[in-house]
């Protein structure tokens, strides 16, 4: 099992940039995939970025492509989610998730291939 832990989210304005941490439990982080979704009030989780096990490949969401990027520190069994440019339509809270899947190429966009959710973190933009 895996717990995970977001921080980092707040009030920023548009065109501000910021960055989210996510913080995994367990010996075993770099096994797992890790991925971000978001859910603003009224809307489904939507995917946002992936990155795969080990040193991770990252992959994203065509909406924040070239604004936001994934990273993962196994040594601290962090992930990161850099967000620039940040836009109004990013205002939702931000979910980390995690799936066991070393060795794993597999680029996973669905929310239910995701066995471990942090509790999220709110991000709102202003315009």
């Known amino acids: 099992q895996v717990q995970l832990l977001e921080s980092g989210g707040g009030l920023v304005q548009a065109g501000d940039s910021l960055r989210l941490s996510c913080a995994a439990s367990?010996?075993?982080?770099?096994?797992?995939?890790m991925a971000w979704f978001r859910q603003a009030p009224g809307k489904k989780r939507e995917f946002v970025g992936g990155i795969t096990w080990g040193d991770g490949s990252a992959y994203y969401a065509d909406s924040v492509k070239e604004r936001f990027t994934i990273s993962r520190d196994n040594a601290k069994n962090t992930v990161y989610l850099q967000m620039m440019s940040l836009k109004p339509e990013d205002t939702a809270v931000y979910h980390c998730?995690?799936?066991?899947?070393?060795?794993?190429?597999?680029?996973?966009?669905?929310?239910?291939?995701?066995?471990?959710w942090g509790q999220g973190t709110q991000v709102t933009v202003s315009s």
């Open positions: 367990g010996p075993t982080f770099s096994s797992y995939a």
């Open positions: 998730a995690a799936r066991w899947a070393p060795y794993s190429s597999n680029r996973v966009e669905s929310p239910g291939a995701f066995n471990y």
